[in-house]
C-alpha cells in the first residue's frame, strides 16, 4: 500500500525536506492506526489528504508544539466518513487458523473505533497507551478503558481458541 | 489456549504489518539541525504563550460562546452544518393525558416526551424531568440548584427509537448554546470542568445538538441528540458556534437526583 499524494500543493511541499524526513516517519504509523480505526477502505485516501494538508502549510504545522497529533485528528477526520459504518477487515488467512479463529475478523469490525483502535494497536502492533491516545485524542487512561472493554466485547463473542 | 490478545497480535501483523518503532517525539525536529538551546528557547516561547492565552481566558470570562477565545496555535478546521434540535411542540405524554409535556422527534419517535413537574419540597426551583416513551416512563431526574462540578445531566441509557436509531437526551446548563454527544469524548465530557478551552472535535463530531427552553424547567435547557451508532451517544460536551470544546463551568451547573 503507498499513500497517495493528490495536489500540487502536496507536490510542492514534498520539496520541503522536512516535511519528506517527518512524513516517511510518520506515514507508516499513521497507516497501522488508520487501519485500525476506520478499517483498510479508506487509509490511502486518508493519508493523501494529511499529506496535502501538512504540504499546505508546513511552516505553521512544523511549528506546532505537537505536529504529530494535529496531523493524526486530521487523519482520524478524513477517515471518520464511513466511521459509523461496520469497516471491512481482511479475513483471518488459513495459514493463520486455527489459532487464530476467524470470527476475530466479524467481532472486531463490531467495536467501536476508540475500542478496535486500542485492541488492535495495543494488543496486536504493540502500542503504548500514550502513543494510541495521541491517535485517539484521548488520555491514557481512557484508551486502556477503551481497551479493557474491547478485549473483553471480544472474549465474550469468540472466547479464545484450543492451541 | 490462544488468549485473545494473542490472536489479535497474529492477525494484526498479518494485515497491517510488523509492529514499528515510535519515531521522535518532536516531529518537527526530524531533519532539521536546531541545536537544543534553540529547542528550550522554542519550548520557554510556546509556554509563555499558553500561560498568556491562560490568562486572557480566565480574565474576558466569556459568557458567550461567539466571544470565547481561540487556541490560535493550529489552523481551524473546516466547519460542517450538522446541527439538530429535537422539539416539535407540547403534548400528552401518556395515553391518558395525565402527564404533559414536550414531544420530541415527532413521529420518527413514536411518542418520546418530557415532561416536567415542580419538586417545591426540595427547592423554589427543583423540578422533576421525567422522559416518556409510548406512554411509559423511562426514567426521571429531580434537577436541584448545585455547585456540584460533576455534571451528570444526561439520560442514563441512549434510547432506541423504532426506526433503530438512538436518542440520548440531556439537560445542560442554560448558558450553553451548542451541544455535542459523541463518544469520542467520553474522556472530556464527564466530570469536566477545564479552565482552558479545549481541542476543536473537527468537522464532524458527531450528532450535535442546539439546547432549547422547556417550561417549568428553569435550571437547565433540554438537549436531544439523535445517532446512528450506540457507541457514539455519551455525555454532554459544550461547543461554541465554532465547535470547540468549552468549559462547563461548575457555576452553570444544575445537579440532577434520580
Not at chain 1, 2 to 22: C, F, I, K
Not at chain 2, 40 to 60: K, P
Not at chain 2, 71 to 80: H, I, K, W
Amino acid at each position: 500500500m503507498t499513500a497517495a499524494v493528490p495536489s500540487e500543493e502536496a507536490a510542492r511541499g514534498s520539496d520541503d525536506p522536512r516535511v519528506a524526513a517527518l512524513f516517511s516517519e510518520f506515514e507508516p504509523r499513521l497507516r497501522q492506526a488508520l487501519f485500525a480505526y476506520a478499517g483498510p477502505a479508506d487509509v490511502d485516501d486518508a493519508i493523501g489528504e494529511t499529506f496535502a494538508h501538512l504540504c499546505g502549510d508546513p511552516e505553521r504545522i512544523l511549528a506546532m508544539s505537537n505536529p504529530r497529533g494535529y496531523l493524526y485528528r486530521i487523519a482520524r477526520d478524513k477517515a471518520r466518513g464511513s466511521r459509523r459504518l461496520t469497516p471491512e477487515l481482511p479475513p483471518v488467512r488459513h495459514e493463520l487458523q486455527p489459532e487464530v479463529a476467524p470470527e476475530l475478523v466479524p467481532a472486531l469490525a463490531r467495536l467501536s473505533p476508540n475500542q478496535r483502535t486500542a485492541v488492535f494497536l495495543g494488543a496486536g502492533l504493540g502500542w503504548s497507551w500514550v502513543e494510541i491516545g495521541e491517535f485517539l485524542g484521548t488520555s491514557e487512561s481512557t484508551v486502556r478503558n477503551h481497551y479493557q472493554r474491547g478485549i473483553q466485547k471480544l472474549r465474550h463473542e469468540i472466547g479464545e481458541v484450543d492451541e | 489456549m490462544i488468549a485473545i490478545e494473542d490472536q489479535v497480535r497474529r492477525y494484526a501483523t498479518d494485515v497491517a504489518g510488523p509492529a514499528i518503532a515510535a519515531p521522535p517525539a518532536d516531529l518537527a525536529q526530524v531533519g532539521s539541525h536546531q541545536s537544543h538551546r534553540g529547542r528550550w528557547l522554542l519550548v520557554a516561547a510556546l509556554v509563555l504563550f499558553v500561560i498568556g492565552l491562560t490568562a486572557v481566558a480566565v480574565i474576558a470570562r466569556p459568557t458567550d460562546e461567539s466571544e470565547a477565545p481561540s487556541v490560535a496555535t493550529e489552523p481551524p478546521l473546516p466547519q460542517v452544518e450538522s446541527i439538530v434540535s429535537r422539539a416539535v411542540g407540547t403534548g400528552a405524554c401518556t395515553a391518558d393525558g395525565s402527564v404533559t409535556g414536550v414531544l420530541l422527534e415527532g413521529s420518527a419517535a413514536d411518542g418520546l416526551c418530557v415532561s416536567s413537574l415542580p419538586v417545591p419540597e426540595q427547592g423554589p426551583d427543583a423540578t422533576r424531568v421525567g422522559i416518556y416513551q409510548n406512554g411509559e416512563l423511562l426514567w426521571s431526574w429531580v434537577l436541584v440548584p448545585c455547585t456540584n462540578p460533576d455534571f451528570q445531566g444526561k439520560s442514563p441509557f441512549p434510547i432506541t427509537l423504532p426506526d433503530g436509531e438512538y436518542v440520548m437526551v440531556a439537560i445542560v446548563p442554560s448558558e450553553v448554546s451548542y451541544v455535542v454527544l459523541d463518544n469520542d469524548l467520553n474522556a472530556l465530557a464527564p466530570n469536566y470542568v477545564p479552565s482552558d478551552p479545549g481541542p476543536d472535535v473537527g468537522p464532524d463530531p458527531g450528532p450535535t445538538a442546539v439546547p432549547f427552553d422547556v417550561d417549568g424547567i428553569r435550571l437547565g435547557r433540554l438537549a436531544v441528540a439523535r445517532a446512528t451508532d450506540v457507541s457514539d451517544v455519551a455525555s454532554p460536551a459544550r461547543l461554541d458556534a465554532n465547535r470547540r470544546i468549552l468549559p462547563m463551568r461548575a457555576d452553570m451547573i444544575a445537579c440532577t437526583n434520580n
